[in-house]
């Protein structure tokens, strides 16, 4: 199945965060916008099958769809540009700089946010034929789910906060671990079975993710959930991408970084040591 070693997708790590880095506006925006509207996809389609099937195991099954589509395809995400990046500038790489770093994350939220977006709104309108009736039960599903992961925390104050982060700093954990399994081979098969499992596991654990979020919570927002934009940013976008961050960069990007591309030294071991 072409299996790469960590000494080599590693490097394609590197390369990649320094592709994005000089990649123009155009192509950032564009590749964003249509991540965050496929992954926004996903997370409805998830979101119908639990609603309809009443079990949350086969919508994470099916989830991954979304996201092995989008990275196939080479569109980006927030979540993978965290990982990726910030490796381009710790390598110093011509070029690679912390203003063109957050360039980069700043177009990608962006078209991330703008495809998400999109998504929600057309969501929205099929379900209640352009706002004249109600969304049904899907709708009743996705604006208690605002709710409860709004308002929710914020009951729990500066703890509540936290808790969020952490989620998102596990879930970027596994998503990254995905971004990265779409390096270890060359075959389309194999690059889906390494994305497939930490994406289930992520959304199975309800962990949280940035761009999911900018579909869910504006989604649940139109289908009647009783929460602020203010809500939204501060207890939920704001937290669970800061987790991310962290959880794909210091828990995925760097250890591979510095233990397959920044090797330390042999150990020189004296032969006296070497005697039965």
């Keep these: 199945m072409a299996y790469l070693e960590p000494s080599e997708f590693a490097t394609k790590m590197v390369d990649s965060g320094e592709q994005k880095i000089f990649m123009s506006t155009k192509d950032t925006f564009i590749r964003a916008f249509m991540a965050g509207a496929i992954l926004a996809l996903a ?101 208690t789910i605002g709710e409860s992961r709004t308002l929710g925390y914020k009951e729990h104050g500066l703890s509540g906060w936290f808790t969020i982060f952490i989620r998102g700093m596990l879930c970027n954990w596994m998503v990254s671990m995905g971004v990265v399994g779409a ?57 669970t991408a800061l987790g991310n961050l962290v959880g794909g960069f210091l828990l995925v990007g760097l250890p591979l970084y510095l233990t397959h591309v920044r090797t330390g030294s042999k150990r020189k071991i004296g032969a006296a040591s070497t005697v039965a």
């Excluded at 965290?82 to 011509?94: C, G, M, Q, S």
């Excluded at 649940?220 to 939204?232: A, R």
Aim: with cysteine; aromatic share 18%.
């Design 43 to 143: 997370a409805f389609f998830a979101i119908t099958v639990i609603t309809k099937t009443g079990n949350v195991l086969i919508g994470s099954l099916l989830f991954p769809v979304g996201f092995i589509m989008l990275y196939l395809m080479k569109f980006d995400l927030l979540t993978g540009v965290f990982t990726l990046v910030p490796l381009a500038v710790i390598d110093k790489r011509p070029g690679c700089t912390m203003g063109q770093l957050f360039r980069n994350w700043g177009w990608v939220f962006l078209g991330n946010f703008a495809g998400a977006l999109t998504v929600a709104f057309f969501a929205s309108f099929i379900l209640t034929y352009g706002y004249h009736t109600d969304g049904g039960a899907i709708a009743a599903k996705v604006s």
């Design 183 to 239: 390096m270890i081979s060359t075959s389309a098969g194999s690059k889906m079975a390494a994305m497939w499992m930490p994406i289930m596991l992520f959304f199975y654990m309800a962990f949280e993710h940035s761009i999911v979020n900018m579909f869910l919570f504006p989604f649940s927002m139109i289908m009647g959930g009783d929460f602020t934009i203010v809500d939204y940013f501060i207890w939920n976008e704001i937290p």
